[in-house]
């Protein structure tokens, strides 16, 4: 067994709410095509190269097949020169039979799209947690046996369980109604496992939570930012992107927002002027 200090580090780049149509702009107001490139670009020009792109839900807005095939294009351009494969999860808005053909080119079903993953010894079990039709979210029984499956003997880097809805409430009202219900069902299904943290879209804002004391972590989106100070029982939304940068090494997960607004930095101190690791 390798002790968890010598375990290497992992690095996901998760991509949330993308929100993408075949043309036009979300709300007459987002031109989300513009907002996914332009965070794709950052991770490009930056010097991080990741394990993998994941890609958390509410991907394609009205679930339009040209709107994926608009989406596989870029994250497949980003995936390519970075070297790391993208993982793609459904959410509310997503169309179970158009994302299997036009994202997994898999023959169009129904059925929830679980898939297990690796990134070297580290386990990605992405789960649908979506309910067709409703923007709620649960996991049905048999996907919770066929979670407790997957996870029954332990990974050699731990596991990472991404799933669209947050397992967890939300300081927006609205928001924690159509989250995921029966969230204990899911830590009962976990419990004593090798889950390290759980990643999760949906809110459209960064937050932290835990399920059975295991980090929960919200992405933003890449399509634009909910405000949790909306007047309760409200939902506003602000211009703005954003992704997540989250790092595995043994036990130690760090899950960090990274905002993208396009700015020149305010600050940069060059390399060897900070205390070294
Ligand atoms: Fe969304
Ligand atoms: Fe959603």
Do not use: K
């Not at 079903?109 to 789960?127: E, F, K, N, Y």
């Not at 933003?220 to 405000?227: E, F, G, L, V």
């Not at 940068?245 to 905002?259: K, N, P």
């Amino acid at each position: 067994m390798t002790a968890a200090a010598d375990r290497p580090r992992r690095t996901i780049v998760q991509l949330s709410d993308v929100h993408l149509l075949a043309e036009g702009l979300q709300h007459g107001a987002v031109d989300n095509f513009a907002n996914l490139d332009l965070v794709l670009g950052r991770i490009e020009d930056s010097e991080l190269r990741p394990d993998l792109l994941l890609l958390s839900g509410d991907l394609a807005d009205r679930g339009e097949a040209a709107a994926y095939r608009r989406l596989r294009r870029r994250v497949e351009l980003s995936s390519e020169r970075l070297g790391a494969p993208a993982l793609y999860l459904p959410g509310n808005h997503d169309d179970r039979p158009t994302f299997r053909a036009e994202l997994l080119d898999e023959t169009p079903s129904t059925a929830p799209i679980d898939q297990v993953t690796w990134c070297g010894g580290l386990r990605m079990v992405a789960m649908d947690s979506t309910i067709p039709g409703e923007e709620g979210g649960e996991l049905e029984a048999e996907q919770l046996a066929w979670l407790c499956e997957a996870l029954a003997e332990p990974a050699p880097e731990g596991s990472v369980l991404a799933l669209h809805h947050p397992p967890v409430s939300s300081p927006i009202a609205s928001m924690s109604r159509i989250a995921l219900q029966h969230p204990e069902q899911l830590g009962e299904a976990i419990a004593g496992s090798d889950v390290r943290v759980i990643l999760a879209g949906h809110n459209h804002h960064a937050m932290a939570g835990t399920l059975r004391g295991i980090l929960v972590w919200l992405s933003p989106a890449t399509s634009y930012r909910a405000d949790p100070l909306a007047p309760e029982g409200s939902f506003r939304g602000y211009p703005g992107m954003a992704c997540s940068r989250v790092d595995i090494e043994g036990d130690s997960v760090l899950a960090s927002a990274v905002v993208v607004a396009g700015e020149e930095p305010i600050v940069e101190l060059p390399v060897g002027s900070m205390p070294e690791r």
